[in-house]
């Protein structure tokens, strides 16, 4: 990839040496045309631009005459004549790996923003648009057939809808929060402007700026957002909207060499994005796991941290930003800790869960299994006798499982988000064993018995003739042709 | 942008619904060779603002080095009125949003007739071409863009604010809802190019206009109290 650096001259600092990779166009806020010939043959750009411009829009346009994806240009606020250029520089490189690492787009993942109407009659004057990336579904990846809704139950502005196959976000209604993305168990959902990727690279090219200097402090703050207040050394990742953070994804970076992660919640400014305390939980989430592990709770916080702790590890393990990244880091994290016989911890925000199931309870139906998105439920049967299993290590806590339990009335099934690092580490285990009743007829299973044992308590005695055939024949060998039915002596004839 | 450019993005957007509309029909030698000459035009209105001025040039540029047209014909009749071949992509929005295929082209074509009527134009019974077909839709779309532009040209910020409002109810109830579908559909049956990028470059303009025009109602709202 050719990556190119494009700066305003304007906004530099005074003592700014410019490295040779770096192009500075004199007035380019105010003529943003003048960076369509410095991007001649490049692939990718990261721009700098005047922290008061509103050329955004104008400079993606730009970007798009080069011929390039304005969604993956990567937009710096130069920080004027009073900046620091060390610092700038380190912004710069930071941006490019991000830049770098960007996937690509779609047509779905374009969204128009207009500037706010300032003034009588604006909506015939407006700025140009301004565009932000919204997500988008990859239907191959999507498991709604299944029955999975966490990206509806987590959405705040009830953008996405079904009609029979996989969801639909509607880019009209979507306010770009980025909730979907982290709510969903398989990583269908993807904004190009974040993803696991992206994330990951600037994360790491973050931690190498404290590489033989002083403890590097990262900020995660809303990109919409004003720019949160920096701590000396620290680096701001713009996220579309702090609600989206997970405890892994605050967890995460501590393992690529950060020494502290803060998370800047704006939940009070009133914006209707956040507001429910989802980055709060996040960091109380992260904290007690660190505190679980009797690692330095200032590693994570919600504000500045008295103290900048030592870093933790160099390493970031693969796809810690993906939608299955929580077990691979918080064993990573517990590994680097030295952590010895640690309990169990429960809270609402951890991405990591427990499957419980009421033995008395559970029909072994396997409604759980086939609505699990990330296979952490498994449902096997083998010379007649079923499994339901269940593998903590691929849980990621999104309880889709529970709403499809029939027996939930009845506390079948439970879903607990908690870190247990011996479920972690341990093989998968057998949550329920039973037995499956074969068609006399064909020989292919009909129920289990304890399926059938519950049919038969919801009929009651008046309905034990039916229940007689429904336990001997299955639903094809009982109804024959012309849909004459089967009697409990004999099955339909076919 | 100036009041000038929101106008040029207003002609801008009418003449890709026109352009795209006229795509949908039957191909013949004239109608080609009048998609391949609009590359000038859509150059001057200055494409670039939008995200979908990507799509559109790669269109452009398959109809110029396009088949014959008899080459076009096969292919027209194969997606979008055969369905040889597996490939079946009905152009219309009955096709797609009627559960039942029987009686439902019916009952959407007379909203659509009724829809239009309230709009100020009347689809021309005879013509090769149901009230439903993506052609028609797209020209409908052309012409409310149209109403907009002359109430841009008139400084009259009501007018413009109602137009937009029908826009985006239009696009809502009818073409942003089923298009997408369909024009995926046609990106992944096409056995030319030219069509692949005709589908490709219809959604990323309908997607973005449908997300545009509802901004764009919203700072009307804020604007006129509309």
Not at chain 1, 94 to 107: E, F, L, P, T
Not at chain 1, 110 to 115: D, E, S, T
Not at chain 2, 130 to 145: G, N, Q, R
Request: glycine share 10%.
């Amino acid at each position: 990839m050719t990556l190119r650096t494009v700066v305003c001259a304007d906004g530099l600092p005074e003592r700014w040496d410019p490295p040779d990779a770096v192009v500075v166009i004199e007035g380019l806020c105010d003529h943003p045309g003048r960076l369509v010939p410095a991007l001649d043959g490049a692939s990718g750009v990261v721009v700098g631009v005047c922290a008061d411009t509103h050329v955004r829009g104008r400079i993606q346009a730009a970007v798009r005459r080069a011929g390039l994806d304005a969604l993956g240009a990567g937009l710096v606020e130069l920080p004027g004549r009073r900046g620091d250029a060390g610092h700038l520089r380190a912004v710069l490189d930071v941006a490019a790996s991000r830049a770098a690492a960007y996937g690509g787009s779609s047509a779905a993942n374009h969204k128009p923003v207009i500037p706010t109407a300032v003034s009588r009659r604006s909506l015939l004057r407006l700025e140009l648009p301004e565009y932000v990336a919204v997500p988008a579904v990859d239907g191959e990846a999507c498991v709604a057939v299944g029955g999975c809704r966490a990206c509806a139950e987590t959405c705040p502005a009830d953008a996405f809808s079904r009609r029979g196959g996989p969801m639909a976000l509607d880019a009209d209604a979507c306010i770009t929060c980025g909730r979907c993305v982290t709510a969903c168990p398989t990583g269908a959902i993807e904004n190009p402007a974040i993803t696991p990727a992206s994330l990951a690279a600037e994360v790491e090219a973050i931690a190498r700026q404290g590489e033989g200097g002083p403890p590097v402090v990262l900020t995660y703050a809303c990109a919409a957002g004003e720019p949160a207040e920096l701590v000396d050394g620290s680096f701001v990742v713009r996220v579309p909207c702090v609600a989206m953070l997970t405890t892994t994804w605050v967890l995460a970076p501590l393992l690529a060499g950060v020494a502290a992660v803060r998370v800047a919640a704006c939940e009070a400014s009133g914006c209707a994005r956040g507001g429910d305390g989802r980055a709060a939980d996040a960091v109380e989430a992260a904290r007690a796991v660190l505190a679980v592990l009797g690692l330095d709770g200032q590693h994570v916080s919600a504000r500045t941290p008295e103290h900048v702790p030592a870093p933790l590890s160099s390493t970031l393990p693969p796809g810690a930003f993906g939608p299955r990244g929580a077990t691979a880091v918080v064993l990573a994290l517990a590994d680097a800790a030295e952590a010895q016989d640690v309990p169990r911890v429960e809270h609402r925000a951890l991405d990591t869960g427990i499957v419980t199931v009421d033995g008395a309870a559970c029909t072994t139906c396997g409604a759980c299994a086939g609505a699990c998105p990330t296979g952490a439920l498994t449902f096997a049967s083998a010379d007649g006798a079923v499994a339901l299993g269940f593998a903590a290590r691929d849980c990621v806590a999104c309880g889709q499982c529970v709403p499809r339990c029939p027996e939930l009335a009845r506390g079948a099934i439970a879903m607990t988000p908690t870190l247990d690092l011996e479920a972690l580490r341990a093989d998968p285990v057998v949550l329920k064993r039973d037995q499956m009743i074969p068609c006399e007829n064909c020989g292919r299973p009909i129920a289990s018995v304890d399926a059938l044992q519950r049919v038969g308590a919801l009929l009651g005695e008046e309905h034990a003739g039916a229940l007689a055939l429904a336990g001997r024949f299955c639903t094809t060998c009982r109804q024959g042709p012309f849909g004459v039915r089967a009697t409990a002596a004999e099955p339909a004839a076919r | 942008m100036t009041a000038g450019g929101w106008l040029a993005a207003t002609r801008l957007r009418q003449g890709v619904y026109r352009l795209c509309g006229a795509a949908f029909l039957p191909p013949e030698d004239d109608r080609v060779a009048l998609l391949a000459s609009s590359e000038g035009a859509l150059e001057a209105l200055e494409p670039d603002a939008f995200p979908f001025a990507a799509a559109l040039r790669r269109f452009l540029g398959a109809v110029r080095d396009a088949p014959p047209t008899d080459v076009l014909e096969g292919e027209y009749i194969r997606l979008f009125e055969a369905g040889v071949d597996g490939a079946l992509c009905p152009p219309t929005e009955s096709f797609h949003t009627t559960a039942a295929r029987h009686g439902g082209p019916a009952e959407v074509d007379a909203v659509l007739e009724s829809t239009y009527a309230d709009i100020g134009i009347v689809h021309r019974s005879g013509t090769v071409v149901t009230p439903d077909h993506i052609s028609v839709e797209l020209e409908a779309m052309a012409f409310l863009c149209a109403e907009e532009a002359g109430a841009r040209e008139a400084d009259d910020l009501a007018a413009v604010a109602d137009s937009l409002r029908r826009q985006h109810r239009f696009l809502r109830e009818h073409l942003a809802r089923w298009a997408p579908v369909f024009l995926a559909d046609v990106r992944r049956t096409s056995r030319l190019e030219v069509y692949r990028d005709l589908a490709e470059a219809t959604e990323a303009f309908v997607r973005h206009d449908h997300v545009l025009v509802g901004a764009l109602v919203r700072a009307a709202r804020q604007e006129v109290g509309a």
